[in-house]
């Protein structure tokens, strides 16, 4: 079974517009990360929240992490057209990543 | 700085056919990881190691087959490949543990017609 599970499937966006997309994971952990894939390339780890954190930035990124729902939320502010990808989401629980959330920003 | 690599980047072969598929890493990281990535299943575990001559299976192992008898090699087998082990397939590395963030391979594409 897979532990991260990232929501919406598929998010288009116009460049300059925030990009939120959802992650929620079904037991305890002790972090959680978030990598982005570019199409027909390897995933590139983008930021990593650990349990006894609620927030994180990381330029452009900001990612939350509430444990008592088990949910995650990755926000991309004032996207680009480089933003273009497939965010997943993945915790230390489990060697598994989600299907991932393909998002388009158009230009 | 190679980092992770991969080879064959694309192979196309038939069923029953053993394959390999090579994965090298320059960083001495401890752990390695295959996994298969599919339209509709996202990124599924194959096999993990935590150092050479250990290894695990992951989500799904079934017509795999891995040794890892030096830290920078981790090669995956297909003992008698089918068609359904047609995909996209990554090997990660990274640090130390699972806590640790992964640094992924540019994959390889197999085709098993």
């Known amino acids: 079974s897979q532990q991260g599970e990232e929501d919406p499937q598929a998010l288009s966006i116009q460049e300059g517009e925030n990009a939120t997309m959802n992650c929620s994971y079904k037991?305890?952990?002790?972090?959680l990360q978030w990598y982005r894939q570019n199409s027909g390339r390897g995933l590139v780890h983008l930021i990593l929240?650990?349990?006894?954190?609620r927030e994180k930035h990381s330029g452009r990124l900001r990612v939350t992490l509430d444990t008592s729902k088990k949910s995650s939320s990755l926000l991309i502010t004032a996207s680009r057209a480089a933003d273009t990808a497939s965010y997943f989401c993945?915790?230390?629980?489990?060697?598994?990543f989600g299907k991932g959330t393909l998002l388009t920003v158009n230009p | 700085d190679a980092g992770i690599t991969q080879s064959p980047r694309y192979k196309i072969t038939e069923t029953g056919r053993q394959v390999t598929l090579m994965c090298h890493q320059t960083?001495?990281?401890?752990?390695m990881f295959w996994y298969r990535q599919d339209l509709g299943h996202g990124l599924r575990l194959i096999y993990y190691?935590?150092?050479?001559?250990?290894?695990d299976k992951g989500e799904v192992p079934d017509g795999y087959v891995v040794s890892r008898s030096k830290t920078e090699n981790f090669p995956l087998t297909l003992e008698s490949a089918t068609r359904s082990q047609t995909s996209v397939y990554f090997c990660?590395?990274?640090?130390?543990?699972?806590?640790?963030?992964?640094?992924f391979g540019p994959g390889t594409r197999l085709t098993v017609l």
């Open positions: 993945a915790t230390d629980a489990e060697l598994t």
């Open positions: 990660a590395s990274n640090l130390g543990s699972s806590y640790n963030e992964q640094f």
């Open positions: 960083w001495s990281h401890s752990y």
């Open positions: 037991t305890s952990i002790n972090n």
């Open positions: 190691s935590a150092a050479a001559d250990i290894t």
């Open positions: 929240i650990r349990s006894n954190e």
